[in-house]
């Protein structure tokens, strides 16, 4: 594309943040029971450029990020395909399982890019990286109990 590593990188840490700010706000959406359409279209759009971007980085190894990548591309083509055919279950858990994906990113890129951070976790093992994931999942298991309580009750209310 011509670009420099450091505006690729930028470019693609923008659209990370991007996509992991438009699914917090559609899967609060969802657990209100309502589809934000113009939101959801960012989300799906942003969140796929982020996995895409991913594998552009220049490397000669597989790396735990392109494995992340992949699967997120995979749940974002099952969210894809349940936001246009109405499956309401699988759109909600996918936006926010992709979601999750990407802010399970953005935590690993703190602790090796925020010196504070990095001095506390050094090799990503020590317990300080663990319970900043592990706040993490948690959050993202109570989002998506609740967007999915929430589409179940915009159904019912029908």
């Not at 939101?39 to 969140?47: K, P, R, Y």
């Amino acid at each position: 594309m011509g670009l420099t590593l450091q505006t690729f990188t930028f470019f693609h840490v923008v659209v990370s943040l991007a996509g992991i700010i438009s699914g917090l706000v559609v899967a609060g959406g969802l657990a209100a029971g309502r589809r934000l359409g113009a939101w959801a279209g960012v989300f799906l759009i942003t969140t796929l450029a982020t996995s895409v971007t991913g594998f552009g980085f220049p490397t000669d190894t597989l790396l735990p990020s392109h494995i992340v990548g992949g699967i997120s591309i995979l749940v974002l083509a099952a969210t894809i395909a349940a936001h246009v055919k109405g499956w309401r279950v699988v759109y909600a858990s996918g936006v926010v399982a992709a979601t999750y994906l990407n802010s399970f990113v953005l935590v690993v890129q703190l602790f090796r890019r925020v010196p504070d951070l990095s001095a506390l976790a050094p090799t990503q093992s020590e317990p300080a990286f663990a319970l900043a994931q592990l706040v993490v999942l948690a959050a993202f298991v109570w989002l998506g109990v609740a967007a999915n309580a929430g589409m179940r009750s915009a159904v019912a209310s029908r």
